[in-house]
């Protein structure tokens, strides 16, 4: 690689550019298109890659939009005789344990909406035909789909996972049918695993989004060409757009893992790798925790549905810049989840939002001081802002400053629950760890939120508002593949080397041209437990092929006990390939220059209620080593930094400010 790419993130309200070459950085801000994120997208590219020469590696919420607002493709689902309720019937948990009313599960293909196609086959447990597929049967099945209208299809037969000859059959027979959906999601390819409603679930997920996002890639490469596009994957590695657009469901959590990844990054040199990224922006709050590593996850849920796909482990709440605020039915503030979006954005603005958001009570608070443009050269009407919080104040009986104050403490406490539900809650200290906090408004609830979960320590990066772009920009290829193949460890029945070099095969091919320059890294790994167990542990395949040491060694770490003589049970076996990075993070990233002059102070209202003149830092005149003494504001373009007071910090070698408590 050439050293040099740009990363475009595209969020709820701005799309970030950040360009990465040996020379240095280059950063652009663009408000979001709402009707088509490639409008802003096409246009930052032409502002700093006119020539076309630079690789390009997108984050996209095309297909988080379309699953969230359920606004996806016409999608049928196919599934073996006797299983049509197989998504309907889910898992027995209870999303609300105590609801006096059943609530329906969220089900994208739901049994009555005549899309749902049942095939007479049947394959046992152990991958062995019982009634095998007819090629009358196919056309039955196959016609009847073409005839309902659907767009996409999902399909997904009984432990396809080990004999996927019918899955691949019927999609083929497709190809002769007129009127046949031309998007297909086979699950013996999106998620070839056990555990039948999740693998359903995933490959349902990925159907209902694929003709959406095929759409919006394959026209961003056309126009974006001759650069090369690379898509942002939710297991924070990038893939090439036919990729992303066959298993679209990979870039359900493209966007937050880029910034996970730049968290990481910027973690560890400043030396305190074990951390908490904290990437609050315009729509969304994303957390995760990161002790010196990536943290992964094999399920997640978005919307309500469950995804398992191999992604960032990020836990998302909706408390953004742009989030609404407003009073619930017993008259106690609400903050989100709807927010302002780009447009018409927060009152402050001036681009015609009324409705009081977070931004506009830091603006009345005076925290993003109205005298210093955002970025692209935005301007706050402080008056704007004030009428936006008239009525929520006079609902709540107060004045403004109290009102706007109250909004703050409302959405804090949800982005609180949100760290403590990566730490706490899986029995991580937050005092261990240190916060690094991101996204255009992160930099704004950083120390307060330090304070609430008990750390001390809080890391604001060099250009905290494209941190997430930078981490796309930083990014390396990554493939990953699977195979469910449920054998006791150590079976003589199995041999390994066969599953692991079809995967191998079928990674490198989703890498596409991007690892093709050098050999890629490969990592291989198992999932095991005990028999009887629920759940698995996911290990590195051991070099000496004793997996049962390894994996007791590993539950030992976890659980504080072993089974000795249980048997151990191999349940899924995993690879991925890695390719060489387009750029590395630059050993130093300076904040862009900041119009705010020397001396400059404005009046600001503190946690407390009390009304202070603070000092106003331009961020890109503070020199390495600079000290600051809280409370103060850091302004920059991307971001504004507001330290609390019995806060301080420092500029470290790389332009990162490292604030502790005092």
């Avoid at 041999?495 to 692991?500: A, G, I, M, R």
Wanted: charged share 20%.
């Amino acid at each position: 690689m050439n050293g040099r790419c740009l990363g475009v993130d595209v969020g709820g309200t701005f799309t970030d550019f950040v360009v990465v070459e040996p020379e240095g950085l280059r950063i652009v801000k663009r408000l979001t298109s709402p009707r088509d994120p490639a409008e802003s997208v096409l246009a930052g590219l032409a502002e700093l890659d006119p020539a076309a020469r630079l690789p390009v590696v997108h984050g996209t919420t095309v297909a988080t939009n379309a699953l969230l607002e359920r606004r996806g493709a016409r999608t049928a689902f196919v599934t073996t005789a006797g299983f049509a309720d197989l998504l309907a019937l889910g898992r027995a948990a209870r999303g609300e344990l105590y609801a006096l009313e059943p609530l329906d599960r969220p089900n994208l293909v739901p049994p009555d909406s005549g899309l749902v196609f049942e095939l007479d086959e049947r394959v046992d447990a152990a991958g062995k035909p019982l009634r095998r597929l007819s090629d009358a049967e196919i056309d039955r099945v196959a016609r009847a789909l073409a005839a309902s209208g659907a767009e996409s299809v999902a399909v997904c037969l009984l432990f396809s996972f080990l004999h996927p000859e019918h899955e691949r059959r019927f999609a083929a027979a497709l190809d002769a049918i007129p009127g046949a959906p031309a998007h297909r999601s086979l699950s013996v390819e999106v998620l070839p695993e056990f555990r039948e409603y999740e693998r359903a679930s995933t490959t349902v997920v990925n159907a209902y989004v694929m003709p959406l996002v095929a759409r919006y890639l394959a026209r961003l490469e056309r126009a974006a060409a001759p650069r090369q596009l690379a898509v942002m994957g939710s297991h924070a590695g990038s893939l090439p757009p036919e990729t992303a657009a066959r298993l679209a469901v990979s870039t359900i959590l493209s966007g937050p893992a880029g910034g996970v990844l730049g968290a990481l990054a910027v973690a560890r040199r400043v030396g305190w790798p074990r951390c908490i990224s904290f990437d609050m922006g315009g729509t969304s709050t994303d957390v995760a925790l990161c002790d010196d590593a990536l943290p992964f996850t094999h399920q997640t849920s978005v919307g309500g549905l469950p995804v398992r796909r191999s992604s960032v482990d990020v836990h998302t709440v909706g408390a953004g810049g742009g989030s609404i605020v407003g009073l619930d039915a017993a008259g106690g503030i609400l903050v989100g989840p709807e927010s302002a979006g780009a447009e018409p954005g927060p009152a402050a603005y001036g681009r015609g939002g009324t409705r009081p958001t977070l931004t506009d009570a830091q603006v009345i608070l005076g925290r993003l001081p109205a005298s210093l443009p955002l970025a692209g050269g935005l301007r706050l009407d402080v008056e704007a802002a004030r009428r936006a919080f008239a009525g929520l104040a006079s609902g709540l009986g107060c004045d403004l400053e109290t009102a706007a104050l109250g909004a703050l403490k409302v959405a804090e406490a949800l982005m609180e629950r949100a760290l403590r539900q990566v730490s706490v809650l899986r029995g991580e200290d937050p005092a261990d760890y240190a916060l690094v906090a991101f996204g255009g408004a992160g930099g704004l609830h950083a120390c307060a939120l330090a304070d609430a979960i008990g750390t001390r320590r809080v890391i604001v990066p060099g250009l905290p508002g494209a941190l997430s772009a930078l981490g796309l920009a930083t990014a390396a290829p990554v493939a990953t593949a699977s195979r469910s193949v449920l054998r006791q460890a150590g079976a003589t029945a199995l041999d390994p080397e066969p599953v692991f070099a079809e995967m191998q095969r079928e990674a490198l091919d989703r890498l596409g041209p991007q690892g093709r320059d050098a050999p890629p890294e490969i990592r291989r790994q198992a999932d095991l437990r005990y028999a009887g167990q629920s759940w698995e542990l996911g290990l590195d395949w051991p070099a000496d092929g004793d997996l049962r040491s390894a994996f007791e060694q590993a539950h030992a770490a976890r659980y504080g006990f072993l089974h000795p003589k249980r048997p151990v049970e191999l349940v899924t076996l995993r690879l991925s390939a890695t390719a060489a990075a387009p750029a590395r993070l630059p050993t130093r990233v300076d904040a862009p220059p900041s119009p705010a002059s020397a001396g400059l102070r404005w009046p600001v209202v503190l946690p407390n209620g009390e009304r202070r003149e603070l000092a106003v830092l331009a961020r890109s005149g503070l020199r390495i080593g600079a000290a600051i003494e809280g409370p103060c504001l850091v302004h920059q373009s991307d971001s504004t930094l507001f330290v609390a007071p019995g806060w301080r910090g420092r500029v470290a070698p790389g332009a990162e400010i490292l604030l502790e408590r005092a």
